[in-house]
């Protein structure tokens, strides 16, 4: 699958670095209230932990909002699971002996591999994450008049 260039940044980290590109920002990206969403308790306890370090941070620098639950959820769930396999690569060695005596990589490392690609994915899909909303033009708030300066001026 071909991809039409870079992914577009979230208006929020643009607007934190002072929009380098100098491009203009999109004005109708949707803008859930700036709240970070509770921690599920059905998190694995080392995913809560990141949950914990990460959310307030994120909810200050406004690429947390109330509606990203799922998405975040399964960031730090896949997190854990990655944090799970790396120590037991660290505890295991990365090869292990077959019963037969054949070398074989031990298959943390393949988990691991799979729950690290899994975390990045989660910043770019479901129309929850900021990344994706930047991509996402919302409807306008002037109760239905597509111009702004119409609205100004009370026209229609």
Known sequence: MATRGRKPTPTAIKEL???????????????????APACPKWLEPEAKK????????????GVLTEVDMAAFAG?????????????RITDRGLVIRTPSGYP???????I????????HQFAEQFGLTPAARSRIIAGND???????????LGGD
């Open 17 to 35: 670095e002072g929009n380098p590109g100098k491009r203009e920002l999109n004005k109708n990206e949707p803008k859930p209230a700036r709240k």
């Open 50 to 61: 990141e949950w914990r370090r990460l959310a307030k941070k994120m909810e200050a620098m």
């Open 75 to 87: 960031y730090c769930q896949a997190y854990a699971r990655w944090k799970e396999a790396e120590e």
């Open 104 to 110: 074989q990589q031990v298959p943390y490392i393949s």
């Open 112 to 119: 691991a591999q799979q729950y690290l690609r899994l975390m």
């Open 142 to 152: 002037n109760n239905g008049s597509a111009d702004d300066m119409d609205a100004l």
